[in-house]
């Protein structure tokens, strides 16, 4: 009946990851029979909201596109009020929203209510990949999120230990919301796998890597692996797409690729960059195995992706990659280049060119993703309802919080 208006900001440039757990998220709200929430992305007019097309209802503003008078009245009424976004709650007040998801508080006791998200705690448990600055203003938006939201969610049990063991005084309400993918694109209006390879020009099986050139996502121990089995004669072909750019280090990329050619790897390691979404499920269909190395992850949607297609996938052995528990996984030390070249080498040429039947996996898949949408909508629910209880009874959201 869609009578629940959520709001979405949708924010930071660049971070495929979380374009696609809001994609995942609002697909699996569409599928919810009778579903009651009607999601909305707020965003500015220099976005890019074309994943979200029937998906979401868009609202656009000039206070998220930076540099524009309505942004520089927000930065300065942040900066006047620096614990109250009035700008951002009278443009949700006007939209009649119910909750603000997976986005900063707004301020402790708003009569609109905060469902906040922390997808990681990466950067304190690789603190190596952030620069002070950004580490810093991890922990002041996390401290703001668990002091100031009416309650928050976490991806995983995993990540429930991390906010634990952190230096975050959290005393709000905290759930977890695992994610889980369908593809939304059905069999046949796939490429074949030689309409694929003829329109990336692939002349051979391949293993594929969907994740974009973070540091993190550890793309040179698969240059490594790749290094020692090509000195046994051995020369399988990696595929990789996702983002090029990792604002946290804008020269990793082509320092990946001067490895590449220092070893000879032109051949062996394939760099699409950013495809159409059809084309990486076929590029993930009809790969050997897909791949994820990862040093990190908060949940993994290459891990969920390939479990919706049924996939072999190779692993690094993080807590959370087990916590998803993919079927058919084959796990590898993150820091072990021998393991991963084994995995590989064991699997190459391993490929059943028989068709897929994306439709049974989906079939198999969709009560995971029914689940998905069901608990985030009962989330939902209970924190409207607990906010509107406690607002009708005159006592703040510091009281809900305990």
Request: hydrophobic residues 40%; charged residues 20%; proline residues 4%.
């Amino acid at each position: 009946m869609l009578n629940v208006r959520v709001a979405f900001i949708l924010g930071q440039v660049g971070w495929t990851g979380g374009i696609n757990y809001y994609r995942n998220l609002f697909y699996a709200l569409k599928l919810l029979p009778n579903s009651n929430i009607q999601p909305i992305i707020f965003a500015g007019f220099k976005s890019d909201v074309s994943d979200f097309e029937g998906l979401a209802f868009i609202v656009r503003s000039r206070q998220f596109d930076p540099k524009t008078l309505p942004w520089l009245i927000g930065k300065f009424l942040g900066k006047a009020f620096p614990r109250r976004n009035y700008l951002l709650y009278y443009l949700l007040r006007k939209n009649k929203i119910d909750l603000l998801s997976h986005s900063g508080a707004l301020w402790r006791g708003c009569s609109i209510p905060t469902l906040g998200w922390i997808p990681d705690f990466q950067h304190l448990l690789l603190p190596e990949f952030f620069s002070e600055k950004e580490s810093a203003d991890r922990n002041i938006e996390f401290s703001n999120l668990t002091k100031n939201c009416t309650a928050l969610v976490l991806s995983s049990e995993n990540a429930l230990r991390d906010l634990s063991q952190s230096h975050l005084q959290n005393t709000i309400p905290t759930y977890i919301l695992r994610f889980a993918s369908l593809l939304k694109t059905p069999s046949d209006q796939l490429l074949s796998r030689s309409e694929l390879m003829k329109k990336y020009k692939i002349s051979r099986s391949w293993f594929h890597i969907p994740n974009q050139f973070w540091v993190h996502k550890n793309h040179k121990l698969v240059i490594d692996a790749l290094s020692i089995l090509k000195s046994k004669n051995k020369c399988p072909l990696v595929i990789t797409t996702g983002n090029t750019q990792d604002y946290r280090n804008p020269s990793y990329f082509s320092s990946l690729m001067n490895l590449v050619t220092e070893n000879n790897l032109e051949h062996e390691f394939r760099i699409l960059g950013m495809v159409p979404y059809e084309d990486v499920v076929a590029l993930m269909k009809y790969s050997t195995a897909v791949i994820n190395p990862s040093r990190f992850e908060g949940w993994s949607t290459t891990v969920e992706e390939s479990k919706a297609l049924g996939k072999t996938i190779i692993l690094s052995d993080i807590p959370v990659h087990r916590e998803q528990d993919p079927q058919y996984a084959h796990y590898f030390d993150v820091n072990s280049v021998d393991q991963l070249a084994k995995c590989m080498e064991f699997l190459e040429g391993s490929f059943n060119e028989a068709p897929i039947n994306l439709q049974h996996v989906a079939t198999d898949k969709k009560e995971a993703v029914l689940a998905f949408a069901e608990q985030y909508e009962n989330i939902v629910l209970k924190v409207i309802n607990g906010a509107k209880k406690n607002l009708d009874e005159g006592i703040s959201s510091s009281s809900i919080a305990g």
